[in-house]
């Protein structure tokens, strides 16, 4: 599974003018105010949680743990959520 390289590129490398991707954060916005989220939102909320999981807890280091928690709250805020729909998030 590749890390945050590749989904950077992917985030930044969308072309102007296609509009907003709407985030894993967006959804969880979406949620929280009581708007029900589809069977697919859902699979993608988990599926980032255990991405996010399992990026976390691999880090041997503090100071790795806390620049990988940073660049997953740029991914949750910034890259579309049918990312997570994958199948390389879901393993």
Known sequence: MAFKGDLFKKI???ELGTGVAESINDLRDKEFSGTKLSPEERFALSSFDNYRLKILNSQENETDFHQHY???QVIANLS??????KEE???
């Open 80 to 85: 579309d959520w049918r990312e997570f729909l």
């Open 12 to 14: 930044f490398a969308k």
């Open 89 to 91: 998030y879901t393993k």
């Open 70 to 72: 940073r660049q997953l």
